[in-house]
């Protein structure tokens, strides 16, 4: 499979990416594990890539205080044996762990799997349970976008056309668990729970259960209210809009959301 | 076309590519090497798996503009002076083969793996080969070859 054809730059800098993505038809490529795919089945079909994977100073975990500091175009074979994550925020690196397999974990960056924004994606579903914040640059300057607002629809995001995710800022927890579900090795989640304490309270995020990575509110009400794990997770459905697919049918993710979110909440 | 400069098991290669050429065809078409499999061509089943700056890659999902300026390595740039490199020598001695054609994806696979892990257990080779496929053997020597390799301190 041969991708249609397309210009291609290589931005030195995110400044120049920002005026190379003035092209409206342009794409940015990080490590390509999303978008070359895409490309090959001419899904996507960019007159311009605009080739950001030669940014190095956007690839660092750093220990910020109160938070956890992630370049956007760190690879997930780096976050998987990070020490600060190890220490502060284990579930990234252990939820990176889980995309792909160690070659798609060689070259995949946690800004492109973000900015792609599957929702049966893992990081995404860590990201939201964990309140991460999206540090977003464009022709207008530097903004930050709350989890709960980045995920708008599938494969879609609130960054503008010309924005570069260019830093994920995630708490320090001690207590975070991520659990998947995949038909085979290497598969996307038919269905992932993340579950961490952050400021005092649990939350739940689901992978794939519905257009967009999804806080499990219902469960965490419950939980706020004292249910134990069985009850609260009972009520992981609600607000959900399981797909049916290949990997399962809708009726199948629920029943494993349910399984996976008192799992998750008993190893939490 | 955009050139590209870059080294190919120890040779130094610059040429003119289409940006949308996939490593793995202008290693096989351009350059002639052909022991990098072309298999799913869907970055599922690993056989065109090469190194790229000395970590695994699926060459299908790789554009051959993004590897200017690295270091390739491919299943041909394992021996030397005629010696199999100890993965190979391991898969042949385990006979971790059946077909064969899944076979440089795997070697690739295990090499990189050992740089990061030189004393894999069982469990770790099995989830560390996740991205290979092999119709043929059932893994069973594939998993012993990579434990032999390991002894040999490849």
Redesign the interface.
């Known amino acids: 499979?041969?991708?249609?054809?397309?210009?291609?730059r290589?931005a030195a800098s995110v400044d120049e990416a920002i005026e190379l993505l003035a092209d409206e038809d342009a794409k940015l490529?990080a490590g390509?594990?999303s978008l070359?795919?895409a490309?090959?089945l001419r899904i996507a079909r960019p007159s311009v890539?605009v080739?950001v994977?030669r940014l190095d100073d956007l690839r660092y975990v750093r220990d910020d205080g109160d938070r956890i500091a992630i370049g956007a175009l760190t690879r997930h074979?780096q976050l998987t044996s990070d020490p600060v994550l190890e220490r502060d925020c284990a579930v990234v690196a252990r939820a990176a762990a889980l995309v792909?397999?160690?070659?798609?974990r060689?070259?995949g960056t946690i800004g492109g799997s973000v900015a792609h924004a599957d929702p049966a994606s893992d990081l995404p579903t860590v990201l939201l349970v964990l309140d991460a914040d999206f540090v977003a640059r464009g022709p207008d300057g530097e903004r930050t976008i709350a989890a709960s607002a980045f995920f708008t629809g599938p494969f879609e995001t609130a960054l503008a056309p010309q924005e570069v995710l260019t830093e994920i800022r995630v708490p320090k927890v001690e207590r975070s668990v991520y659990l998947k579900h995949a038909r085979r090795?290497?598969d996307w989640a038919t269905v992932g729970v993340a579950a961490a304490v952050v400021g005092g309270s649990t939350q739940v995020a689901l992978a794939s259960m519905g257009p967009t990575p999804l806080r499990a509110r219902a469960v965490e009400e419950a939980l706020a209210n004292g249910a134990g794990a069985g009850d609260a997770s009972d009520r992981v459905g609600e607000g959900t809009e399981p797909p049916s697919d290949v990997s399962g049918s809708g009726e199948y993710r629920a029943h494993l959301a349910q399984v996976y979110a008192r799992r998750a909440l008993e190893r939490l | 076309m955009t050139n590209v400069a870059l080294t190919v098991n120890g040779e130094r290669r610059e040429t003119d590519v289409e940006p949308r050429q996939l490593l793995v065809y202008f290693l096989r078409d351009e350059l002639g090497l052909k022991g990098t499999n072309v298999g799913c061509d869907t970055s599922s089943c690993g056989a065109c798996t090469v190194l790229l700056d000395g970590e695994s890659v699926k060459s299908c999902t790789v554009l051959a503009v993004q590897a200017d300026g690295t270091e390739v390595t491919t299943i041909e740039g394992l021996a030397t002076d005629g010696e199999l490199h100890p993965v190979q020598q391991a898969f042949h001695e385990q006979h971790g083969l059946q077909c064969g054609f899944c076979t440089p994806g795997f070697v690739m696979a295990t090499v990189s793996l050992l740089k990061e892990n030189p004393s894999p257990t069982e469990s770790e080779i099995r989830h560390a080969l996740e991205g290979n496929l092999c119709r043929c053997t059932g893994y069973h020597n594939i998993v012993r070859a990579v434990e032999a390799a390991a002894r040999a301190g490849a």
Do not use: E, N, S, T
């Open positions: 499979m041969i991708p249609a054809a397309f210009a291609y290589r490529l390509g594990h070359i795919p490309l090959k890539l080739d994977g074979a792909g397999d160690p070659q798609v060689h070259r090795a290497q």
